[in-house]
């Protein structure tokens, strides 16, 4: 009877992960207790020892291990220019392009309201104080062609403009409905060069 709720609680667990249904989480399962038990052992290390070192950076809220990222802390990036995502998946996506040389801030998410996401969720008020330093010159809104994200950009938009910042969004070759983390490099390096303003 353990044996069989461990294997339900493994199963449940897997069902969290986005797009895991409960046939593929109990082929995950099945595979690694029957095939790779070495492999099952590894994610659960990577698993706890990521829960317990990542965490948001302070400047810019994507995934780090120390304070402050490794991006943050580049000298050689223009501190003038800074790309809102909307999260780290996002920020790794541009990154991948070579595109842009700037510094970031991941929203952590979108406004949505119909799932309890305000603009206090995602950290205006912190995006807002980062935008408005003096250094920054341009506020570039990479968040995602979805309704969720169209509407954070706008939100974004008119609070950074009544601050007097300067802000573009990505042109429209990142098609509409898609998220960044799976639109193909290319197109996000011409998205990221077309900009235009917000």
């Known amino acids: 009877m353990a044996a069989v709720s461990a294997l339900d609680g493994l199963i449940h667990a897997l069902r969290r992960l986005p797009g895991v249904g409960v046939k593929t989480a109990s082929r995950m399962a099945y595979h690694m207790l029957q095939h790779d038990r070495e492999g099952?052992?590894?994610?659960?290390?990577?698993?706890?020892?990521?829960?317990?070192?990542?965490?948001?950076?302070?400047?810019?809220?994507?995934?780090?291990?120390?304070?402050?990222?490794?991006?943050?802390?580049?000298?050689?990036?223009?501190?003038?220019?800074?790309?809102?995502?909307?999260?780290?998946?996002?920020?790794?996506?541009?990154?991948?392009?070579?595109?842009?040389?700037?510094?970031?801030?991941?929203?952590?998410?979108?406004?949505?309201?119909?799932?309890?996401?305000?603009?206090?969720?995602?950290?205006?008020?912190?995006?807002?104080?980062?935008?408005?330093?003096?250094?920054?010159?341009?506020?570039?809104?990479?968040?995602?062609?979805?309704?969720?994200?169209?509407?954070?950009?706008h939100v974004l938009t008119e609070a950074l403009k009544k601050r007097g910042v300067q802000v573009t969004r990505l042109a429209r070759g990142v098609p509409v409905g898609s998220e960044l983390e799976y639109v193909d490099l290319g197109t996000i390096a011409h998205a990221m060069v077309d900009r235009r303003n917000a």
């Open 40 to 153: 099952a052992q590894l994610l659960s290390q990577a698993l706890h020892e990521a829960v317990g070192q990542v965490r948001h950076c302070e400047l810019c809220h994507t995934f780090t291990i120390p304070s402050i990222c490794d991006t943050c802390l580049d000298d050689s990036r223009d501190n003038a220019r800074l790309c809102v995502v909307e999260t780290p998946a996002d920020q790794s996506a541009i990154e991948r392009t070579a595109a842009f040389k700037g510094l970031y801030f991941v929203l952590m998410g979108r406004i949505s309201p119909l799932d309890g996401f305000g603009p206090k969720d995602i950290g205006l008020e912190k995006l807002i104080d980062r935008a408005s330093d003096g250094v920054v010159q341009e506020v570039i809104l990479a968040t995602n062609f979805t309704a969720e994200g169209e509407a954070t950009a």
